[in-house]
């Protein structure tokens, strides 16, 4: 069964403090890795996809990154607007979306 | 934003009631997909649809049916409702099964 894996489960940070945050997989065949950015109240918000390890994709302050077994969304000079749910989730083989529980992160002014 | 639309977007049921919930897409993408998300569970999926008539389990769906008669609707239907399927139903829409999935707003469901 395929399994998403996300750490750590909360992270507050310092305006201006980057950081990483990992998603560690084990899916059968991987066809996509995706990044989600959550707002309370709100469906789900795409941010990224990556296809084979070496990919990276970076948007304003974010980049991801993926390994065989990993993959890391990296934040640099976070605001407080970045503050969210931070979803990660895989598709293999058997076809079906599978998430991991997702990283809330703070950002204090 | 993509064309996906949920209703209703709130419900309150009584358990032993059946319940459906629509998931409506205009945007002709082929994969469809009901979640619920839970505190400490994040997203679970329920099922999901590879195209019209087609469909598949996922890991949370004991007590749910689907069905997707037209390529824009998956509806999801709790065939007794009960306490344990209070949460946050969201639907999304995939053009392929390793394309991006775009998210609906969510439906709030409370069974009491």
Redesign the interface.
């Known amino acids: 069964?395929d399994q998403v894996t996300q750490s750590p489960e909360a992270l507050r940070l310092q305006e201006g403090e980057s950081s990483s945050l990992n998603c560690s997989y084990t899916v059968s065949g991987l066809?996509?890795l995706?990044w989600?950015r959550q707002d309370p109240?709100?469906?789900?918000?795409?941010l990224f996809?990556l296809?084979s390890a070496g990919e990276e994709k970076e948007k304003e302050r974010l980049k991801a990154t993926l390994t065989k077994k990993e993959s890391f969304l990296h934040i640099t000079a976070p605001k407080p607007e970045d503050s969210a749910t931070y979803?990660c989730?895989a598709?293999g083989a058997n076809?079906?979306?599978?998430?991991?529980?997702?990283i809330t992160l703070s950002v204090r002014p | 934003d993509a064309g996906i639309t949920q209703s209703p977007r709130h419900k309150v049921t009584e358990t032993g009631t059946p319940v459906t919930l629509r998931c409506h897409q205009t945007e002709n993408h082929r994969y469809m997909y009901w979640y619920r998300q839970d505190p400490g569970h994040g997203l679970r999926l329920i099922h999901y649809s590879y195209g019209v008539k087609d469909t598949d389990k996922g890991e949370v769906s004991d007590g749910y049916s689907v069905s997707r008669s037209k390529t824009e609707d998956f509806l999801l239907t709790l065939e007794s409702a009960t306490s344990s399927q209070t949460s946050v139903y969201f639907c999304a829409i995939s053009e392929e099964v390793n394309t991006e999935a775009f998210f609906g707003q969510g439906t709030r469901l409370t069974v009491v």
């Not at chain 1, 109240?41 to 795409?46: D, N, T, Y």
Request: proline share 4%.
């Open positions: 069964e066809r996509g995706f989600y109240g709100k469906g789900p918000e795409f996809t296809y979803l989730a598709t076809s079906k979306l599978t998430f991991g529980k997702g």
